[in-house]
């Protein structure tokens, strides 16, 4: 059973609009919530780590939030440029170390278009 | 800068025949991972491995086997390939804590026929 589950499957904005990609998880315990970009044919690299129980997180363009009461997560996107054309993966992890499991969701891809 | 590199980046495999992914990392990490992904479908542990000369099983470890001769580099073999195993293949690398931020190789693309 898919325990982390994305949405929109797939998203086409134009350049300069923002977006919002949500993740919705039912893992337990949920130690931490990261969201990765994915470019096509590459690995993935992490955006942001979102740890507390209601969480905000910030890194330029991208802003991300965590409601651990509702196994909920956002990433929003300002003011999309091209090269954000993207798979975003969200990721659960049931505990803070490499002990842990990561719970991986099948990816949002969005499209960028001028 | 630290890195995670993978080899081939892609590979074409006949049924039955064995592969070998090879992973190498520079970030002086003690943890190693295979992961595949499969389109639609999130990533899964295949092996994974906390110290060199060991290996532990992840949740689809069957059909693979892992080698980690050293804290740099790691393996995945398949000795027997199907077509079942046609999938992306990816390596990563972590420390064991502060919630042990995972980089990733490029992935190896295989295709068996």
């Known amino acids: 059973k898919t325990q982390v589950e994305q949405s929109p499957q797939s998203l086409v904005v134009r350049q300069g609009e923002n977006c919002v990609l949500q993740c919705n998880y039912s893992v337990t315990p949920d130690n931490h919530l990261r969201w990765f970009k994915q470019d096509t044919g590459k690995g993935l690299v992490s955006l942001t780590v979102?740890?507390?129980?209601?969480d905000k997180t910030s890194n330029g363009r991208y802003s991300a939030t965590l409601d651990k009461d509702a196994k909920h997560s956002t990433l929003h996107i300002t003011a999309t440029l091209l090269d954000d054309t993207a798979t975003y993966i969200c990721v659960v992890g049931d505990r803070g170390s490499a002990l842990g499991r990561l719970h991986f969701g099948a990816g949002t891809q969005l499209i960028v278009i001028p | 800068e630290a890195a995670v590199t993978q080899s081939p980046r892609s590979k074409v495999a006949v049924t039955g025949g064995k592969v070998t992914l090879s992973c190498h990392q520079t970030n002086n990490h003690d943890y190693m991972y295979w992961y595949r992904q499969d389109t639609g479908h999130g990533l899964r542990l295949i092996h994974y491995?906390?110290?060199?000369?060991?290996?532990e099983k992840g949740d689809i470890p069957d059909g693979y086997k892992a080698s980690r001769p050293s804290q740099e580099n790691f393996s995945l073999i398949l000795e027997l390939a199907s077509l079942s195993q046609t999938a992306v293949y990816f390596c990563a690398s972590s420390d064991a804590g502060g919630y042990a931020e995972q980089f990733f190789g490029p992935g190896t693309r295989l295709t068996v026929l």
């Open positions: 979102l740890v507390d129980q209601k």
């Open positions: 491995s906390y110290v060199a000369d060991s290996t």
